[in-house]
């Protein structure tokens, strides 16, 4: 087995001799590049209180290597990037129904009041009033896109912690929400909420004071009907002139801005396979379409319980050729938990050793979120509007959720996984909040950049 030392980019036998398989010398403008990117992070530590951070490394100079496994850095380390880096600030909200991650559910529910199925002969007179008589239970496919981009992260390190870095994150968050209703007319996109912002993450990197973490966001979001909602039986599945769905309640497609701000609180249990998340957040829409400007326009409270596999030394597992098919499935599977690929591990310096996620986990997450609610008061669907009024619609997402993380040497967010979902209240696209509600068990699939 090889370990790659990322640090000094050179490839070690597992007694730790450099093998003749190295990289290739580095170019003769590499050093100069170096010195420079060294500068900026020794300004960067006298800015920050950073301790042990890669500013100490001076060229030349060499570092022990351990392996993954290992025993953890006495002393915290830091550092910087711009653009994407696998160090992860403020978590993602699992249970969050508008977090952007790719991500999808299938479930079975009533349709979408004013949904048009498929008929025959929808070019005679009543076509909408026979594509919209009841049909049963609908197959739906709630879809995302998107995530939060890093542009500038600087981090502080405590070795003794593997799910996230201290420090600060500013990213941009981009995302599509998506509606599809398998059993209406042409398979149809009920709705698709589009949402671009950024957001500035902060954990303190004082001890004690890690556990708690905050997001702080600004996002426009517009919201829009599918065509094969609006458009009447007689334009989707005839060939008539385009006619709207006179079963449509209305059509608005109100657009807002806002500023979501969320506190989260970690409390991770004394093997470290084991922690608690609890948080809280509210948002204040401006600019909105929507008479939901008093604050808080959106309120919500989570919660999640996780279990994570961690390394305890099985990096070293290895399957015997002589051992019966089961110990050498237990071996790999040992191995793999530590996020250690088969043939190779990468060793790091002995004062950047961490403790590392496994490669699996299983997580059980809880969200409740209120939206302010509103009254439609337009008189067609070309003039919708709306009034004010009191008190909140709710949604419940829950989920029970397997894991599979694709970073585990760092605490990067970067996984995917196999959910187990339950959503009962108001629906959260665009317009459909106000007449819509969802009941449903789904099963789902996500995706964590």
Avoid at 133 to 154: I, K, L, Q, Y
Avoid at 237 to 256: E, F, H, M, V
Wanted: avoid cysteine; aromatic fraction near 12%.
């Amino acid at each position: 087995m090889a370990f790659y030392d990322e640090d000094r980019a050179r490839t070690f036998t597992r007694a730790g001799r450099p093998a003749t398989q190295g990289l290739p010398p580095p170019r003769p403008w590499a050093a100069g590049a170096s010195r420079a990117v060294a500068s900026l992070a020794l300004a960067s530590s006298l800015l920050w209180p950073a301790r042990g951070g890669a500013a100490e490394w001076t060229e030349g100079e060499t570092k022990p290597l351990v392996t993954p496994g290992a025993a953890t850095a006495s002393q915290p380390f830091s550092s910087f990037e711009w653009g994407s880096t696998g160090e992860t600030i403020f978590e993602h909200t699992r249970a969050g129904l508008r977090d952007p991650h790719f991500g999808m559910r299938l479930y079975r529910d009533n349709p979408v009041p004013g949904t048009l199925h498929e008929i025959g002969n929808p070019a005679a007179p009543g076509s909408d009033a026979r594509a919209g008589a009841p049909d049963g239970a609908h197959r739906f496919w709630d879809v995302s896109f998107g995530e939060r981009m890093p542009v500038f992260t600087w981090y502080d390190i405590n070795p003794e912690r593997a799910r996230y870095a201290r420090g600060f994150q500013v990213s941009i968050d981009a995302a599509a929400f998506m509606l599809l209703d398998f059993d209406s007319q042409s398979l149809g996109v009920i709705d698709t909420d589009f949402r671009i912002g950024g957001s500035l993450d902060f954990r303190p990197w004082w001890d004690g004071w890690e556990r708690l973490s905050l997001s702080v966001g600004v996002f426009h979001e517009s919201t829009h009907l599918g065509d094969e909602y609006v458009l009447s039986a007689a334009t989707i599945q005839g060939d008539a002139a385009p006619t709207a769905n006179s079963l449509l309640p209305y059509r608005a497609n109100p657009s807002y801005q806002a500023v979501p701000v969320t506190l989260s609180f970690d409390y991770p249990f004394a093997d470290n396979h084991l922690s608690l998340r609890a948080y809280g957040g509210a948002s204040a829409s401006f600019g909105s379409a929507l008479p939901n400007e008093t604050y808080p326009s959106e309120w919500r409270a989570g919660a999640e319980l996780r279990w994570t596999s961690q390394d305890e030394g099985n990096v070293m597992a290895t399957p015997s050729p002589d051992a019966g098919v089961v110990d050498n499935i237990a071996a790999t599977l040992k191995r793999r938990s530590t996020g250690v690929h088969r043939d190779q591990a990468v060793a790091v310096r002995a004062d950047h050793a961490r403790q590392r996620r496994g490669a699996f986990g299983l997580e059980v997450a809880y969200e409740l979120l209120g939206k302010r609610q509103y009254q439609h008061t337009g008189p067609n669907p070309r003039a919708a509007t709306f009034a004010a009024s009191g008190g909140y619609w709710y949604v419940q997402h829950a989920m029970l959720m397997l894991l599979y993380n694709l970073d585990t040497a760092r605490s990067s967010s970067n996984a995917l996984g196999l959910s187990l979902d339950w959503i009962r209240g108001r629906s959260p696209f665009g317009q459909l909040t106000e007449y819509t509600r969802v009941e449903a068990i789904a099963i789902g699939l996500q995706y964590y950049w």
